[in-house]
Structure formats: C-alpha cells, structure tokens
C-alpha cells in the first residue's frame, strides 16, 4: 500500500497510508502512528495513539465494506495529535454501553477515554472518523 507525507499550514508533515480493509491492518497503522509521533518527537503518547488507531481501524473494517481504509496522522496544532480512519460508508458511528456480557462494543468508549476530542467528519465519498490526543512536545 502507499503511504505519504504531506506539509501541513502548521508546519508539520502530516502521514497516510491506505490499507487493506482487515484486521491485519491494524499493525500497519500502528507502524504508521508510531513513525509519525517519533519523527515529531512525541514517543510519550505512542502507547495512547496505537490503542486509538487500533479502535478506530477495527471499526472500519468492522462496518464498511470496500475494499480499503485510509490511516491519517496530523498535528492540526502544536501539542496535538490527530488520528484518523476514513472509509467509504456513510454510516456514523454511535458511541455504545454494551452489557457486561456483549463482547463487542467498547471501542469508541476507548478512543473516548484516551482523546480530547472525537469525531466523525463526512467526506464526499464516506467519512473520516478521528480522535485527537494532547501530545506537548517535551
């Protein structure tokens, strides 16, 4: 798959990477976070970051059906991080309270808990749903 590195307004290169839309590509996003946030010098939320992504990657292939996601790593504004998933459903996701006994169900409550924010943006062809990390430079 092809990752880039693109400028950005705020003077850091943000990355993507489009993937496959499986399970395996978890660890491939993972990388992909893990890259960003070294280059940027914010190994610190590394362990947050890969969680968030991983979340948000198992709901996409969990509840699209094309063929490929698309993994995005910002820096919208110093101290922040944002990572994002964009797939082609225009479904948007609904954060949940499973029952004890539900084995699924409890990823946006993840990225809920580890992020500042979240969201979902529409998009033309689907929609990006991401979350943002505080990230100080140290």
């Keep these: 798959m092809t990752v880039s590195a693109t400028a950005r307004t ?24 893990r890259t960003a946030l070294t ?3 914010l190994e610190h939320v590394v362990e947050d970051s890969a969680l968030v ?3 948000l990657v198992a709901n996409a292939v969990n509840h699209t059906r094309d063929s ?5 790593v910002a820096r919208p504004a110093d101290g922040r991080v944002r990572i994002g998933v964009m ?6 996701p609904v954060l949940r309270c499973p029952a004890d006994s539900e084995v699924h169900g409890r990823g946006l409550a993840l990225v809920d808990a ?8 529409r998009e ?14 140290r």
């Design 39 to 41: 280059e940027w010098g």
């Design 68 to 72: 490929s996601i698309q993994v995005v």
């Design 53 to 55: 992504v991983t979340e």
């Design 114 to 121: 580890l992020t500042i924010q979240w969201g979902t943006d």
């Design 87 to 92: 797939d082609k459903s225009r479904t948007m």
């Design 10 to 33: 705020t003077g850091h290169i943000g990355y993507s990477e489009t993937l496959p839309r499986d399970a395996g590509s978890a660890a491939a996003a993972r990388r992909l976070v």
């Design 124 to 137: 033309d062809s689907g929609k990006c749903v991401w979350g943002e990390l505080r990230a100080e430079s």
